[in-house]
């Protein structure tokens, strides 16, 4: 898959997260990358031979003040060669995108990741 046709499903995928959340989605950049780096790995706390398909990079929402100083936008990366190599058909990948882009926006609104895994079992 192309890397606009890859832009094309998450962008999709972040339209499906209701508006009540996205409107609260501030000084956040959505970004697409081929791979993780290693110090993305690093950071995701991914064990080695295995792999990421998103990662959330800044301050949850739950820990900021309104005294904060002006910060760099959050980061969400979305990993198209993860999602490619562990798709088994184009819709599968596509709700693979939709659940990664769902998860790490979770992480911004503050939920560590047993909550979210437990949220994600809920929504399915």
Do not use: C
Not at 26 to 32: D, E, F, G, T
């Amino acid at each position: 898959m192309s890397p606009d046709e890859f832009d094309r499903l998450v962008a999709a995928a972040y339209s499906r997260i209701p508006g009540r959340f996205r409107k609260r989605l501030k000084n956040v950049a959505l970004v697409v990358a081929p791979e993780p780096s290693p110090q993305q790995l690093v950071r995701g706390r991914v064990p080695r031979g295995q792999t990421l398909l998103g990662l959330y990079e800044g301050r949850p929402l739950t820990t900021r003040s309104v005294f904060d100083s002006f910060a760099m936008p959050d980061r969400i990366t979305i990993f198209q060669g993860p999602h490619e190599r562990l798709a088994q058909s184009p819709a599968h990948l596509a709700k693979m995108v939709e659940d990664t882009v769902w998860h790490e926006v979770a992480h911004y609104f503050g939920m560590d990741e047993a909550r979210v895994r437990a949220a994600e079992r809920k929504r399915r």
